[in-house]
């Protein structure tokens, strides 16, 4: 079993800036692909950005240049820096993680987090 655990959301201003922190833990062998999402009032979960275990990056065009994800394998947790922040981001994040763990019987699949609420207002 894996857990997945984001934290760092809050209220900032316009133009402000958060990081959002993201562990997992587990019986984990190998993690593959991790990335954020997120989703606001009445609408769609969306990508934000990922991560693959080589370190390519890929992200929405809303964010680009504002935000940056990164990650610590040694440590299994992932990062998404955000600035120039503005109400259009207000959303609650979460992580995904795509993981094999000890168990050889389950192929690698996705694992998410309970998401952290993130609000850009004045």
Known sequence: QVQVVESGGGLVQPGGSLRLSCAASGSIVRINVMGWYRQAPGKQRELVATIADTGATNYADSVK??????????????????????????????????AKTTNWAIPAKDYWGQGTQVTVSS
Do not use: H
Request: hydrophobic share 25%; charged share 20%; proline share 3%.
């Open 65 to 98: 240049g504002r935000f940056t994800i990164s990650r610590d394998n040694a440590k299994s947790t992932l990062y998404l820096q955000m600035n120039s922040l503005k109400p259009e981001d207000t959303a609650v994040y979460y992580c995904n993680t795509n």
